[in-house]
């Protein structure tokens, strides 16, 4: 993990789950980690069990809808070590349900978040990696941005939206200033995302999803060997989901 060491990384919705792993894997590997999420409080003992470990973090309350607060992000890191190397989209909110139960404000939420959020920290760190002519952005989709089921159809057309965003970057930023982009695709994961389902039918699941989770460990370990490949090789999309998920 050679390439790890003394990166700056922002990490979004740092505050547990899958963004609170990384930004501990990637600290105890020498990275200097900016740990962003609403939650002040959380977001700051999660930066005190990294400077107990021996690490670097600093905390940013930020929402992602923001995008004053995305931009505020990341001249923040800027200002505080001169350079941004790596944006993790982490962010997200997964409240599915069927079509028929018209949650509407829902389906706003994740738009807000799991799209709009994506778009507006990438616009706050592409005029800085721009001139650095280096960065890597890596999003974190899910396995339902490659399938759609029942309950899921806004859901995963928020996280289709970010795998063609991250390859959309790709294309017009790798070419000519050198920056990366990688899609995490998780399946069932260990966090608190579920719940943000504010459906009673859905919800009454949970237990049997969870049931089959693996940990976000195991996703903060994919996200940090994408980092750690040379700058002239790009991890563009991982897939990783628990054994026994069928789908």
Known sequence: MEN???????ITGASSGIGEATAKLLASHGA???LAARRAERLQQVVNEIHAAGGEALSFQADVTSSEDMNNLAQFANQKYGKVDVLINNAGVMPVSQ??????SDWDQMIDVNIKGVLYAIAGVLPIMREQQSGHVINVSSVM??????????????????RAIAEGLRQEESPVSGIRSTII???????????????PDVAQTNDIVRS??????????????AINQPADTSVNEVIIRPTIQPI
Do not use: C, Q, W
């Open 4 to 10: 790890i060491k003394s990166k700056v990384v922002i």
């Open 32 to 34: 200097k980690v900016v």
């Open 99 to 104: 079509l028929n139960e018209l949650r509407v």
């Open 145 to 162: 941005g490659h399938i759609v089921s029942p309950t899921s159809a806004v859901y995963s057309a928020t996280k289709f939206a970010v």
């Open 185 to 199: 695709a998780p399946g069932i994961v260990d966090t608190e995302i579920l719940g943000t389902i504010t459906s």
């Open 212 to 225: 089959m989770s693996i940990s976000p460990d195991r996703i903060a370990n994919a996200i940090a060997y």
